[in-house]
Structure formats: C-alpha cells, structure tokens
C-alpha cells in the first residue's frame, strides 16, 4: 500500500465532524430512505478479539516507518490464516476486489447507516477467499456476523486482518498510512468507535463525545459550556466535541482545574501556571511545586502541596492568598525523609492531604483560608472522602472514623484491611460505600452508624490502579474501573446491576489518569474512561430493574 495524500476527504471529514462531533442530534426523518440494507441494531468486531483486548495490542495510529505514516486501522487475528471475517453490522457492500492490495490480498468495504443518521464504512483488508468462501458483491446487503472473507496472508507480513472505521472512501481500499492524525483525516479508532457505539445501541444512553486527543488528566467542564483536555504537553478545547483551540505548555501538565468565567487553569511539571479564557491568557506565573494535581476550593483558590509538604493557596492572578508550612516528619527507619503524597482531593470549601514519609502518614483538613481544621499521625493506609454534610472520612487499614468538629470519631472496623488501591464514596442519607482493595476484592456498605449493611465479592480482581466510585440520589452506586468498564450496583442490596464498557486505550494510547466518573443528584452519569470519548448515560435506565424512589 502507498501513502496517498487525502487532502480533500480530510476536509470533508472535519465538515462532517463539526456536524455531529459522535453527539446524538435529532433523528434524521427518514433515516431508511439511505439505507437500503437497513439500519444498524447491533455492531461487534469481524473476528474474536479476546486475545488483541487482554494483551491491550493496539497499533492506531502507530507510525510505521517502512510505509511512511501512521497506521489508519487496527491489525488482528495474527497467526490465524483462513478463519472467517464477519461484517461487524448490518450495511451495503460498496467495494469488493480480491486484488484490491495486489499481493497484499483482497478488500471488502461495507457502508452502514446508524440509528442518528450517520454513515460509516468499515474495511475489511489482506482477505482472501476459499473453496466454499467468497466476498459478497458489490450492491449486496451484509448483516452482522455474515461471512465476507477468510483472514489472509499478506506479503510483507504475518496472516492477519486489516481492519479500520471510516467517514469515507467508500469504492477503494485506501493508503492505510497517512501522515499526521487519523482521527482528524476521517478514520475513527475502530476499538472505541466499536465499543461506544455498542453502549450507544443499549437503554440509557443519552450522548457522547469523542475527542481527537487523549486525556493526561481528567477533563474538565467550564460554566461556559466549553470542555478543556490536558495532553502530556498542550491544552486542547472543544465545543459540542470539536475543537476550538489549542496550545503548548512548556512542561508536562500535571495539574488540571475549572475556574469561574470560562476559565482553566494548568500547572505543569516545571511550575508554569497558565490561566486560560478560550484561548486568551489571563495570566501567567510560576509555582513550584510537588507532581500532583493541584485542587480548586472557594471558586477560585488553587492549591498546590509544596516541595517540603507544606501548602500554598494561589489566586488566579498569580498572588499567594495563603501558606501553610509542612509538619516536621521524623526520618524513617532507613534514613529516608522523602516526603510522598498518599491522599489529596477537595470538596470546593477544604482539602485534605495526606503526606507520607515511610509507613508514617500525616493527614491534614485544611479549609480555604488555609486554617488547619484537623491534623492526625497513621501508619499504614489512609485514604478519605468528603461527605455531604461537609465533613469528612477517613479509613485507615481497616478502620473508618469520621472527622467532626476537628476530631477524629471512630466508626467502625471493616474486619478486612485495606490496600492502597481503597476507595470511600457516600450517599446523602450517610450510608458509606468502600472499596478495601484487599485480597478478596471486597466492596461493603455501613449506614451512618457503623453498621454493616451489606458485604459482595467487586467484580473486578483488586489492582494497583483504584476505580472510581460515585453516587447520585442514592440508589445506585457506580464505580469505573481502569479498564473503562462502568459497573452499575443497587447500593440497597450491593448487587451489580448492569455494566457499560467503553475503551480505555491500548497498551501505547491508554490513559488511566485521565479518567472521568461525575453523577448528578437525578443520577446523569458522565463517564470518560481515559481515552478518547466521555458519554452520558441515565443511571436509572441503565439499572432499570432497580426501583429507584418506589
């Protein structure tokens, strides 16, 4: 295959994606009036990817120097010569040639008409056919899981199926190497179009967007409407999932936050702040500080733990507001004084930070105004959460106590304790959820007494890397696990009630730190898996055998 410039197709892609950015826009009238093979219900991959997914292979966009661009598909089912391909959904056959990469094999390509009204064409490459196996002609209707070809052997490779997404090209095989993005030419990632568009077709769904940038941190949402994503080196915003502007940083971003007016503020790893309106900079300054994000409370006061542990409260302005020296830790068994942050959120009016040197943890709540409302000494894991009221909680192995008016009151044992990887989350009646993170992957709820509601086995073996945990009105807990699936639980009983998956990225693009879990009161679950696209499902829908609020 050749690279071939894609000048004109790349503008008609941003057209098309400036329209309807993976949003759900109205339905078109007559959605079957272009589809004349009918619309798509349901989508998969053309072969089992089991293998591709475990091992996280993912070669999108992968810059290939013997052909002199990025990668516009995916390539799977190596070693496995002759087995079938399926159509991953139901559409018209629009390209059919056994020679269409000469000695790289054959192409199939099937356009699909989707629910919303919009076309895409997937591409099936290095094909073969067999004695009781041919491709479908062109003009023919596919529906997913028919046979379009047999996996081949191409030339200057091993057997394996060239697959790829597209807005496009619907009567040739295509470069399958560009150069620049294939994301912002008119290819779409086929693992999370795939996987979104699969979530899209179940009950619950209401929108999504999908980015051309991978998130190095958590996205966040402006009061002006407007969505900003960090990358290793540049901020990047959108409007309705199409980008409105971007810049450099001169460092790695380490530090992402929403501020009133538009605004967003950066810090990266050598101590730029940028304070940003759109793309207008508001102000400019230096802070150094430790590689963490830095948290927002007041509506404009950002908080940063110093190199010594201590804090700083900076305005927007670049003026410091407030700071707070750091609690004298005495040197660990092996001499080591290095100070590490073990625990560090807010709840918008106080932060709590937990700074660790060895096995000895200081946790501190320190409001706004930089008074130190609670400080304590743990060995051992501390981890914590804010809770309606204001207060907050803190476990420390394996025990929970609630931090009011300044001290620290025990609440319960867990009877299991807790790894680094625990999580906390409340619901407003003050029942507690926690994730242990032990040996036994155990999740369990306690009612604002202590008492212990409810104990299931998580259904996801304990990780290095926490899931996500929030909750809505109450009835459903929902955590998000580092492989992007959304599990859905009835907090009353602690039975997983459904799951969401989308894609988290592979084992070059995946960006755990970039993961996103907000639930509102009436349980609108935004949810970005720390990849490309952030969705919106109703929770309610989605666990629709929970009886919510009967």
């Not at 580092?482 to 859905?488: A, E, K, T, W």
Request: with cysteine; glycine share 12%; aromatic share 10%.
């Amino acid at each position: 295959m050749t690279l071939k410039p894609q000048m004109f197709f790349a503008v008609l892609f941003c057209l098309l994606f400036c329209l309807s950015a993976y949003s759900v826009p109205a339905l078109a009238q007559d959605v079957t009036q272009n589809a004349p093979c009918g619309v798509v219900d349901s989508i998969d991959y053309p072969i089992d990817i089991n293998d591709t997914l475990t091992q996280r292979y993912d070669d999108f966009a992968l810059f290939r120097a013997r052909f002199f661009g990025n990668h516009l598909g995916i390539d799977i089912g190596f070693e496995r010569w002759g087995d079938p391909v399926y159509a991953a959904a139901r559409g018209v056959v629009t390209l059919s040639n056994i020679t269409e990469w000469d000695t790289e094999k054959g192409v199939v390509v099937v356009r699909h008409t989707f629910p919303d009204g919009t076309t895409a064409y997937t591409l099936y490459g290095h094909m073969e056919i067999g004695e009781t196996v041919a491709f479908p002609p062109v003009g023919s209707c596919v529906e997913r899981g028919d046979v379009v070809g047999l996996i081949g052997w191409p030339s200057r490779g091993l057997p394996h199926l060239h697959y790829e997404i597209r807005v496009g090209l619907p009567n040739e095989g295509g470069p399958g190497y560009i150069e620049g993005n294939p994301l912002t030419a008119g290819w779409y990632h086929p693992l999370d179009f795939t996987e979104l568009w699969q979530t899209r077709l179940e009950p619950g769904f209401i929108e999504a967007r999908t980015f051309t940038e991978v998130p190095a941190l958590p996205p966040v949402a402006l009061d002006d409407g407007s969505t900003v994503l960090a990358g290793p080196q540049s901020l990047t915003g959108f409007l309705n999932g199409v980008q409105i502007w971007q810049i450099t940083t001169d460092g790695v971003i380490t530090g992402l936050g929403a501020l009133p007016g538009g605004r967003v503020a950066a810090h990266t790893r050598s101590g730029q702040v940028l304070v940003l309106q759109g793309a207008r900079f508001a102000g400019v300054f230096s802070v150094q500080a430790m590689d963490a994000p830095f948290q927002v409370v007041n509506g404009d006061t950002m908080v940063f733990i110093a190199p010594d542990g201590g804090l700083l409260g900076y305005g927007a302005d670049g003026a410091v507001r407030w700071s707070l020296p750091p609690v004298p830790f005495a040197a660990s068994d092996g001499g080591d004084v290095t100070v590490r942050v073990g625990d560090f959120r807010g709840n918008g009016n106080a932060v709590a930070v937990g700074l660790r040197v060895g096995a000895q943890t200081t946790w501190r709540v320190v409001d706004g105004q930089g008074q130190v409302q609670y400080e304590g000494a743990y060995t051992g894991v501390v981890t914590s959460a804010a809770s309606p009221d204001g207060s907050w909680l803190l476990l420390n192995d394996a025990d929970l106590m609630r931090i009011v008016d300044g001290q620290a009151v025990p609440l319960a044992s867990l009877n299991v304790v807790a790894g680094r990887a625990a999580r906390i989350a409340f619901d407003d009646a003050g029942n507690v959820y926690v994730y242990a993170n032990d040996s036994d992957s155990t999740l369990l709820s306690l009612d604002s007494a202590g008492d212990v509601r409810w104990r299931v086995t998580y259904p996801l073996p304990s990780a290095s890397l926490a899931p996500l945990m929030s909750l809505g009105g109450g009835c459903l807990l929902y955590t998000l696990d580092y492989d992007g699936m959304l599990n859905v639980f009835d907090a009353a009983t602690g039975e997983l009630s459904a799951q969401r998956q989308l894609y988290s990225g592979g084992d070059r693009t995946g960006s755990p730190r970039g993961r996103l879990l907000q639930v509102t009161p009436d349980d609108q679950v935004r949810v970005g898996a720390g990849f490309l696209t952030i969705a919106t499902f109703d929770g309610r829908a989605v666990a629709s055998q929970v009886a919510c609020g009967v």
